[in-house]
């Protein structure tokens, strides 16, 4: 049997809602963020900018800077857009900043470091 993703949400809105406050306590001002969780964004009080179909982590960082984002919110769902992302997460283009679990589900909130720190991060590594 095939249950959409929508009742996946609504079962597990814990975790997703316990995200959400958790943006709108310690980034009060954030006026979006980039998940594939609509719920989270909800809870938050601010803009989803939903995850592009872009297919390398790469992009998904380029489409992030581009749109000047602060935060990224990822589900395990992020797998089925971006299929390397957590193979291929490094610091000087994200910080993860929260995480919480639950049996089967995780969500994970990172900052992405804009291009001017993280190539300044780049040369200090050196």
Do not use: C
């Amino acid at each position: 049997m095939y249950l959409p993703k929508t009742l996946k949400s609504f079962k597990s809105e814990g975790i997703y809602k316990d995200a959400g406050v958790w943006i709108k306590t310690f980034y009060p001002d954030v006026p979006a963020v980039l998940t594939d969780d609509a719920i989270i964004a909800f809870y938050a009080g601010v803009q989803r900018l939903e995850i592009p179909k872009t297919n390398t982590y790469k992009k998904l960082i380029t489409y992030a800077r581009t749109k000047k984002i602060n935060l990224i919110a990822v589900t395990d769902d992020i797998v089925d857009y971006v299929p390397d992302f957590f193979s291929k997460i490094n610091h000087r283009d994200l910080r993860e900043l929260y995480r919480v679990t639950s049996k089967k589900e995780k969500v994970v909130i990172y900052q992405v470091i804009d291009e001017q720190q993280s190539k300044a991060k780049l040369h200090a590594d050196e």
